[in-house]
Structures are given as structure tokens and as C-alpha cells.
Antibody
Framework: QVQLVESGGGVVQPGRSLRLSCAVS????????MHWVRQAPGKGLESVAF????????SYADSVKGRFTISRDNSKNTVYVQLNSLTAEDTAVYYC?????????WGQGTLVTVSS | IAMTQSPATLSVSPGERATLSCMAG??????LAWYQQKPGQAPRLLIY???IRATGIPVRFSGSGSGPLFTLTINRLQSEDFAVYYC?????????FGQGTKVEIK
């Protein structure tokens, strides 16, 4: 069955960095684009970043452009997002999702808390 | 593309119908999805392509409309349907979500 498992979340100080990972199984990873979505506490969903199946095309929400970098390793069935220059507004649960018929499979999320 | 959902909260009795709306800020294609999210859970895809039910989604969930106005209808609401619903356009990735509609028990 399809599984997506995020990791790498935690508490980090403002201005610091964090790298999140999403390991997938149950489907041919290299056939699918991938996506990161975040959700601040008590708030709605916000698209963060997209990466094509071959890793060449990447796009970002304006709120994270220049600070976040999405990447993937098709040999490891893993997608990453590097979070730099973090602020309190980046505190959220970060989900990875498969791009199929829209976002058809989601992980359970990893919590990032930015606090001093 | 900004997405606006209405209403913010919808109070419905079990067994009744719920109608949720989603307006795309610009006239959009049918690259429109609906997701359901329950507390403490990841979102679940319900509808894509504006009206196509995702795998395993009950027939009481239906999507309709075309750019810029889309609708999610839930017929004969069951207890497990009380949740927050989000629309998302994916004309261009990363897509844009609406702010959500909470469907609560009346």
C-alpha cells in the first residue's frame, strides 16, 4: 500500500535551519511529482513547494520563496524540503503529498516549532 | 489564483444535505480538488477534476461547477462527515487552497 512518512521536525530557534524528509513506498516514486503542504496551528492548509518527477521543475509559495528548497532522491524514494531563515510564522505541521489525481496520498505530517 | 470558500461554518443535521462553495479568483479550468480533514488527521482527497470522486469515496459526495464557481455537495450527512473541507486549484503547482469550510452538527 502507498505510504508517505515525514521526519525531521522539531523545535528550532528563529533564524536557524531544518531539513524535513518524506520517505515513500508502495508506488513508483520516480513516476510522480511531489508536494509539501503546511498547516499552522488552528489554521488552514497552505501549499509550500512542488517538485516534478524528475526533480527539474520546482515551484514555491511566495511566503517561502528564497528560504525553502525542495529536492528529491529517486534512488532513495525520498523527497526533502530544506527550511532556512525560519521565523515563528513557519511553525506548522508539514505534510508531504503525492501528486497524482491532485494530491491523492498524504503523510501524517511532522511538526516544526520555531521558538526561542 | 486566490480561492474563496463559503460559508466558513455550516451547521447541518445528520441526514440532511450540505452544500459548500468555492470561488476561484480568476476563471480557472476544472483543475479543482476537494479535501476532507478531521481533527488530528491528514487531509483526504475527495474530488478531483471538479467532479471526479477519488478512489473509495462514497457516492454521497459530489462535485460540480466550472470556473470560477465550484460546489461540493454532501447528501444524507453521516456522523463521520462532520469535518473541515478545503478546495484547491491546481492549474499551476504549487496549488492554492481555500480557507476551509467547517461542517458541524446542528
Amino acid at each position: 500500500q502507498v505510504q508517505l512518512v515525514e521526519s525531521g521536525g522539531g523545535v528550532v530557534q528563529p533564524g536557524r535551519s531544518l531539513r524535513l524528509s518524506c520517505a515513500v513506498s508502495g508506488f513508483i516514486f520516480s513516476d510522480h511529482a511531489m508536494h509539501w503542504v503546511r498547516q499552522a496551528p488552528g489554521k488552514g492548509l497552505e501549499s509550500v513547494a512542488f517538485i516534478s518527477s524528475d526533480g527539474i521543475t520546482k515551484s514555491y509559495a511566495d511566503s517561502v520563496k528564497g528560504r525553502f528548497t525542495i529536492s528529491r532522491d529517486n534512488s532513495k524514494n525520498t523527497v526533502y524540503v530544506q527550511l532556512n531563515s525560519l521565523t515563528a510564522e513557519d511553525t506548522a505541521v508539514y505534510y508531504c503529498a503525492r501528486v497524482g489525481s491532485a494530491l491523492d496520498y498524504w503523510g501524517q505530517g511532522t511538526l516544526v516549532t520555531v521558538s526561542s | 489564483i486566490a480561492m474563496t470558500q463559503s460559508p466558513a461554518t455550516l451547521s447541518v443535521s445528520p441526514g440532511e444535505r450540505a452544500t459548500l462553495s468555492c470561488m476561484a479568483g480568476q476563471s480557472a479550468t476544472n483543475n479543482l480538488a476537494w479535501y476532507q480533514q478531521k481533527p488530528g488527521q491528514a487531509p483526504r482527497l475527495l474530488i478531483y477534476g471538479a467532479f471526479i470522486r477519488a478512489t473509495g469515496i462514497p457516492v454521497r459526495f459530489s462535485g460540480s461547477g466550472s470556473g470560477p464557481l465550484f460546489t461540493l455537495t454532501i447528501n444524507r450527512l453521516q456522523s463521520e462527515d462532520f469535518a473541515v473541507y478545503y478546495c484547491q486549484q491546481y492549474d499551476n503547482w504549487p496549488g492554492t487552497f481555500g480557507q476551509g469550510t467547517k461542517v458541524e452538527i446542528k
